[in-house]
């Protein structure tokens, strides 16, 4: 009963994550041309956290089939194989879109100096003519 109902949650979960992830896509559609890479990032991040959102519900629904599952070594073996699998793929996309999501965040920050550092300098030389 537990394992269900845990299965239902996580499928619940997913359909939540999921319904967040296209509702960011369509906010990001609406960004204008200028800011094409930062679209360009998020379409990434989306297709990312899309694939382990869905992946989490495919998770949900094997384990609530947990009772379907023989009772024979090498059946609960490969059931539990494929539920860890699953695990492993949802935490590696997870490190994948955090990675990204930081060197993005560096390449903003980088580029917000650089142009702070370009108005003080043409600042700098219109005070001396």
């Known amino acids: 009963m537990v ?3 845990f299965g239902y949650a996580l499928i619940a979960t997913s359909a939540v994550l999921l319904a967040s992830h296209w509702n960011a ?12 890479v930062r679209r360009a ?14 992946l989490i519900g495919v ?3 094997a384990i ?5 599952v023989p009772v024979n070594p090498v059946a609960m ?14 935490l590696l996309i ?7 999501t930081r060197r993005h965040r560096d390449r903003e920050h980088l580029d917000l100096v650089v142009s702070e550092l370009r ?3 043409d600042a700098q030389g219109e005070s001396r003519t």
């Open 119 to 121: 108005k003080a300098t």
């Open 64 to 68: 609530t089939l947990v009772d379907r």
């Open 3 to 5: 394992p269900t109902l």
């Open 25 to 36: 896509w369509r906010e990001a559609g609406g960004l204008p041309e200028s800011q094409r």
């Open 77 to 90: 073996t490969t059931y539990l194989f494929g539920l860890l699998l699953g695990g492993v793929v949802i």
């Open 41 to 54: 990032f998020l379409r990434l991040q989306v297709q990312r956290r899309t694939v382990a959102s869905a």
């Open 94 to 100: 997870a490190l994948a879109d955090s990675r990204a």
């Open 59 to 61: 998770v949900g629904a």
